[in-house]
C-alpha cells in the first residue's frame, strides 16, 4: 500500500468517526471559554395505547423540552420611621459629655424606673432624646423628651451613645406611696477611651408645703426636746413683756339687744366755770338764812 493511498484511508476514517459522534452519539462542545453541556433528549413515554393481537409493540418519541430561564425581581416593602414629636435630635458624639439614648423600637416612658409605674409618653422608632440621669440598682435611663417631661426608659430597649460616667445617680420615685427596695447596683458599659468622672448622687427635694398665718415656723430647729421647751418658754417670756409695755385698751363691752351699751366711767378732773361756783351755794344759804331767823324769832316770843 502506498503512502497517499494510507493517508486517505486514515482521512476517511477520522470524517466518519467525527459524523458518527456528532449525529449518533452525546456530543460534546470543546471552548476556549467555559465548558458548556448539551442537554440530551429527554423520552417521552407514548400515550399511544397498544393495540389488539399478539406482537404489537410500543415506541417511545424522543422531544426536546427546553427549560426556560425566568429572572425574577421581588420588590421589598420599604417602611419609613414615623419623624417624631420636634424633629430628630442628633446622637452624642463618642465620649460626649451630653448623651443620648436611641429607640430601637417602639418604646414605652414611664414615671420611674420599672414596669410598675405610670406610662408618661411614647418614643417612636430610632428617636433620640438626651439622658439627664441614670437608677442605681437598676439598669435604666432618666431622658427628657420633646413636651420637656421627664420619665425612665429601660437600657436593654435603647442604645447609648456618649460618656455615661457623667450622669448622676436619680433615686426613684415612690410606688404607690412606698420607697423603692435597694438592690444591687448597677454600672453601666463605658465606651473604651471615655473619661470615667466621679458619680455624685442627686437625690429628690422635698415638695414645700404652704405655710398659713396661725402657723409658726422655726427659725432653727432643736437638738434636744429640752432646748425646745427651753426655746418655747423663752419666746412666751418675750411675747408677754412685749404685751406688757403696751398701753393696755379697755375693753368695750359688746352690744346687748336689749340694753344700751354699758358707758365706761374714765376719771378725769371736772372743769367748772367760775360763775357756776356762786350760783350753786344761793340755795343753801338762803335755807340756812331763814332757819336762824325762825329760831331767833322762837326764842324771842318764849321770853
Known amino acids: 500500500m502506498s503512502k497517499r493511498t494510507f493517508a486517505s484511508a486514515l482521512f476517511l476514517s477520522l470524517v466518519l468517526t467525527i459524523l458518527f459522534r456528532t449525529y449518533w452519539g452525546k456530543a460534546t462542545v470543546y471552548s476556549l471559554t467555559e465548558?458548556?453541556?448539551?442537554?440530551?433528549?429527554?423520552?417521552?413515554?407514548?400515550?399511544?395505547?397498544?393495540?389488539?393481537?399478539?406482537?404489537g409493540s410500543t415506541s417511545s418519541t424522543a422531544t426536546n423540552t427546553p427549560i426556560p430561564a425566568t429572572a425574577t425581581?421581588?420588590?421589598?416593602?420599604?417602611?419609613?420611621?414615623?419623624?417624631?414629636?420636634?424633629?430628630?435630635?442628633?446622637?452624642a458624639e463618642a465620649c460626649g459629655e451630653h448623651p443620648t439614648i436611641q429607640a430601637l423600637n417602639t418604646t414605652r416612658v414611664r414615671m420611674g424606673p420599672g414596669i410598675a409605674y405610670e406610662i408618661v409618653g411614647e418614643l417612636v422608632y430610632l428617636e433620640v432624646r438626651p439622658i439627664i440621669g441614670r437608677a442605681v440598682d437598676v439598669n435604666w435611663w432618666q431622658i427628657i423628651m420633646a413636651d420637656n417631661t421627664i420619665g425612665w426608659v429601660s437600657d436593654e430597649i435603647v442604645i447609648d451613645q456618649g460618656n455615661v460616667s457623667v450622669l448622676p445617680i436619680v433615686a426613684a420615685p415612690e410606688l404607690d406611696g412606698v420607697a423603692a427596695t435597694p438592690g444591687v447596683p448597677w454600672d453601666p458599659t463605658i465606651e473604651p477611651g471615655c473619661s470615667i468622672a466621679p458619680v455624685w448622687t442627686s437625690t429628690p427635694e422635698p415638695t414645700a408645703v404652704p405655710q398659713t398665718e396661725s402657723t409658726a415656723v422655726p427659725t432653727e430647729t432643736p437638738t434636744s426636746p429640752s432646748e425646745a421647751v427651753e426655746e418655747i418658754v423663752e419666746t412666751s417670756v418675750e411675747v408677754a413683756k412685749s404685751v406688757a409695755t403696751e398701753t393696755a385698751v379697755p375693753p368695750t363691752a359688746p352690744p346687748q339687744p336689749t340694753k344700751p351699751p354699758t358707758?365706761?366711767?374714765?376719771?378725769?378732773?371736772?372743769?367748772?366755770?367760775?360763775?357756776?361756783?356762786?350760783?350753786?351755794?344761793?340755795?343753801?344759804?338762803?335755807?340756812?338764812?331763814?332757819?336762824?331767823?325762825?329760831?331767833?324769832a322762837f326764842l324771842r316770843r318764849n321770853r
Open 263 to 296: 358707758p365706761i366711767a374714765i376719771a378725769e378732773p371736772l372743769e367748772l366755770p367760775a360763775q357756776s361756783t356762786n350760783t350753786g351755794y344761793l340755795p343753801i344759804i338762803a335755807a340756812v338764812l331763814l332757819a336762824a331767823g325762825g329760831i331767833i
Open 73 to 91: 425581581h421581588t420588590a421589598v416593602p420599604v417602611t419609613l420611621a414615623p419623624t417624631p414629636v420636634g424633629g430628630f435630635v442628633p446622637t
Open 35 to 55: 465548558n458548556y453541556t448539551v442537554p440530551s433528549r429527554t423520552p417521552i413515554p407514548s400515550t399511544k395505547k397498544p393495540g389488539g393481537g399478539g406482537g
